[in-house]
């Protein structure tokens, strides 16, 4: 396995963890308080429509030119890198509340049962709400596995990467039945934000005519680089908080 | 009509997401580096320095949104 596949199935991987944890959230809301029946079938049938959307597009993509494929696919990577690493960054320095998954189940239960009372047979609002809540996390995942998979001809690599991740985040939410809120959802983010971003650097470059100095081997100075980078504006962002807040205590004749 | 538009604002919306910076900034950053590796100069400096002016910005422009969302907060308390 090359550099750039460790490199697929690490993002792909996470990327997915991140997504199925929101949208097994979700489907766990609705399921307790409504229909688990209509909740699993509403998330199955989601799963269905995005494995479609994959296996239309791969082939696709894989049958373009290999540069305007990783202009394209490194733009996109470094787009949807560089916001998820901008929120971790806010998120993990405190100017941004952390994804509190319990939140999200409390308020997606409080939703279920304000809807009113679940019939018979499928119910369509648990239906809908996991169709819906899957899908949407899931499109973003679709996009990723379908960039990175066309980018290195690798689809089933990363298809597969992705289906081990949904894998994991269903069977410990089929296990505790709660909320996942032990997973470290925001670092997993902040891990996918460095790797998107390195990755789309790279294709988008390469993509755009340039050659990187040692070829694939500058991935392992790009990742790390990115890295420093995020912790960096991390400390920044805390000690400007840090700073207006001891400024603010001041001009209240508090103490700092 | 209505419909298509709808479905390309949606698809914009989802490409480009909340942050237009950041999808303008990494376009023009192709571009310049197509056009200086055309030029036969090295260009892979410029993907990385744009990502590092991109993410600074974006940080920065949040986070002076948040520091101005939370004094109106306070002083719409103090008030």
Redesign the interface.
């Known amino acids: 396995m090359s550099a750039t596949d460790v490199g697929l199935v690490a993002s792909v991987f996470l990327a997915c963890a991140v997504e199925a944890v929101e949208a097994v959230t979700i489907v766990l809301a609705v399921g307790t308080t409504r229909s688990w029946r209509s909740a699993l079938a509403g998330a199955a049938a989601a799963v269905v429509a995005l494995a479609v959307i994959v296996a239309a597009l791969g082939p696709a993509l894989t049958a373009l030119p290999i540069n305007a494929l990783r202009v394209a696919v490194g733009g996109l990577l470094l787009i949807f890198g560089l916001q998820w690493l901008s929120k971790a960054i806010l998120r993990a320095s405190g100017a941004k509340a952390e994804h509190d998954e319990l939140l999200i189940y409390e308020q997606e239960s409080h939703a279920a049962r304000a809807a009113g009372a679940a019939g018979e047979g499928i119910d369509p609002y648990a239906f809908l709400v996991a169709f819906k809540g899957v899908l949407l996390e899931g499109l973003e995942v679709a996009f990723i596995v379908l960039t990175f998979g066309a980018n290195q001809h690798r689809v089933g690599l990363a298809a597969a990467a992705a289906a081990a991740a949904v894998l994991v985040v269903v069977t410990i939410g089929a296990i505790v039945r709660a909320p996942l809120s032990r997973i470290p959802e925001n670092l997993m983010k902040f891990a996918v934000g460095v790797m998107l971003s390195s990755f789309g650097m790279f294709w988008g470059t390469e993509g755009a005519g340039a050659d990187w100095p040692g070829g694939e081997l500058a991935l392992l100075a790009i990742v790390p680089a990115v890295l420093v980078t995020a912790i960096i504006l991390v400390r920044a962002v805390t000690r400007g908080a840090r700073r207006r807040a001891a400024t603010s205590a001041e001009r209240r004749g508090l103490p700092a | 009509m209505t419909a298509c538009r709808r479905l390309a604002r949606g698809i914009l919306e989802?490409?480009?997401?909340?942050?237009w910076l950041?999808?303008l900034g990494?376009?023009i950053s192709?571009?310049l580096?197509?056009v200086?590796?055309?030029l036969g100069l090295?260009?892979?400096w410029?993907?990385?320095s744009a990502?590092?002016l991109?993410?600074?910005l974006?940080?920065r422009r949040?986070?002076r949104e948040?520091?101005d969302s939370a004094s109106r907060a306070s002083e719409s308390k103090d008030a």
């Open positions: 989802f490409v480009v997401g909340e942050d950041i999808g990494v376009v192709l571009a580096t197509a200086v590796a055309d090295p260009a892979w410029v993907m990385p990502v590092l991109l993410l600074t974006t940080v949040a986070v948040a520091v």
